[in-house]
């Protein structure tokens, strides 16, 4: 199978690599983009033979790396640049793990090029799903996201008509267990520790913030059709069950593993096979322990605006997810705090009349509008 991969340069494009490294029969990377990693992409391009590649700023465009590239290899610049990727003849699956919603029109060109998707940008479905999910059609869209392939799979041979629940788990992220006037002297550095899963910075605020569960609970809705009184969080630190779906009969089925986005992502290249683990199987004996708690969505708001944002629908939850990119950025940029990324998303949300969804053009203008009124709080701190 030819693949490209967006985002080829960060925690889930260096993870696809080695997927793609250990099936060198099964896999050919044909296309790879990123945004500014210059001197990363040339070495995985020389590694893989790839003669596609794409950096999404345009700045690089004089990078010296850049020059030590083989005549026969084309190198675009900019967002254009990539979505175009998403269509190159030949390409059969495009792996979008851009971070942000940057990567909307990617997962959107794919689709309508009638590629398969194999998507790990969640915020491309939490911002535009309205317009995505009438594009998929059975099997075009791989979920790489662990929880979302777990719960993918726990569908698996069943009849959607008799699911009654999704069950999505959650870390609770380095600050589990932490009060309000705890969370608000939070660094940086402390937020970036996350306990299980090793992601790029973005994810990783928004694991500790628990807006990433949101973000996915919105994505759940979205890829498996439930309603948002029918998808649940429930909080499990091992990291050790991916989600659960519970069936009319009582029955429920989880999904388990050790914590390796590799194994989903490997899933979403190799699916309806399965492949050889890259990683050593669980073993029950040394386990021990299994806990779960409910998620403390008072302590986490950013939760509770997220499922606000999805159950408004429209255009809300591209507000949301905007006003947190921005928050995000400022919070590892330490120009402000913590708590101030929901309070930020909160008031930028509150500002905003929902509209339904209907084009790329509206989503983009939206997001547009959600950053500067976020900004504009910041600048008010
Ligand atoms: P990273 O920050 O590690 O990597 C992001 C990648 O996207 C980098 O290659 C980066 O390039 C590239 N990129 C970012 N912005 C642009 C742009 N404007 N144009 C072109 N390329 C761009 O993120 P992650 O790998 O952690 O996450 C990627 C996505 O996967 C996110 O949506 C995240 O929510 C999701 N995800 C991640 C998980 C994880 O374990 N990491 C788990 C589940 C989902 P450069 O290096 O040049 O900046
Ligand atoms: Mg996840």
Known sequence: MNVAILG??????TQALDVARRHPDKLRIIALAAHSSSEALVQQAHEFQVKRLVLGDREQRDNVALAQLPQDVRVDFGLEA???LCQIEGVDMVLNALSGA???RASYRTLTSGKKLALANKESLVVGGDLLMPLVCKDSLLPVDSEHSAIFQCLLGEDDKTVSRLWLTASGGPFRGRTREQLASVTREQT????????GPKITVDSATLMNKGLEVIEAFHLFGLDYDHISVVVHPQSCIHSMVEYCDGSVKAHLGVTDMRIPIQLAFSYPQRWQAPVEPLDFTQLGALSFEPADEKTF????????????????PAVLNAANEVAVQSFLNETCGFLDIERIVEQVMLRHDVQSVCSLEQ???VD???RTT???FLRAL
């Open 102 to 104: 940057v990567g909307l």
């Open 192 to 199: 970036l520790a996350h306990p299980t899963w090793k992601m």
């Open 363 to 365: 989503l983009e203008q």
């Open 374 to 376: 976020a900004e504009d």
């Open 82 to 84: 990539i979505e175009e």
């Open 8 to 13: 080829s340069t960060g925690s889930i494009g």
């Open 368 to 370: 547009g509008w959600a």
């Open 301 to 316: 708001g950013a939760l509770a605006l997220a499922k606000e944002a999805g159950r408004q629908g429209g255009t809300m």
